[in-house]
């Protein structure tokens, strides 16, 4: 299984981007998806998470309003749009696919059991 994150770079503050999430390996439309991020010094955090069905999705309340979570059309490509970007954005993300076994687990790192590389993304200001 292999998770391959693609669309990070550098923005100023208040632009978009989005992040891209495709998972390979096998067919894994029945797992849920999350992105985490990392800061530079800081642990790895949670950021949005999408339940298997498309629906509900989870926000950290730092993103909520500003990130939106979804899944493609082949039901496995999952997407992060992110807007109003702020330089406290900055950081490592991770791309998380996993069966969570209870909405608070979507949450939680534990949750998911493979993991993309990370691809970076600098807000500046």
């Known amino acids: 299984v292999h998770l391959t994150e693609s669309g990070g770079g550098s923005v100023q503050a208040g632009e978009s981007m989005s992040l891209t999430c495709v998972p390979s390996?096998?067919?894994?439309?029945?797992?849920?998806m999350a992105w985490f991020r990392q800061a530079p010094g800081k642990e790895r955090e949670f950021v949005a998470a999408l339940h298997w069905r498309g629906l509900p999705a989870y926000y950290a309340d730092s993103v909520t309003g500003r990130f939106t979570i979804s899944k493609g059309y082949d039901y496995q490509t999952t997407t992060l749009q992110m807007s109003s970007l702020e330089p406290s954005d900055t950081g490592v993300y991770y791309c998380a696919m996993g069966r969570p076994w209870s909405e608070g687990a979507y949450y939680q790192e534990q949750g998911y059991d493979y993991w993309g590389q990370g691809i970076q993304v600098v807000v500046a200001v």
């Open positions: 390996g096998g067919s894994f439309t029945t797992y849920g």
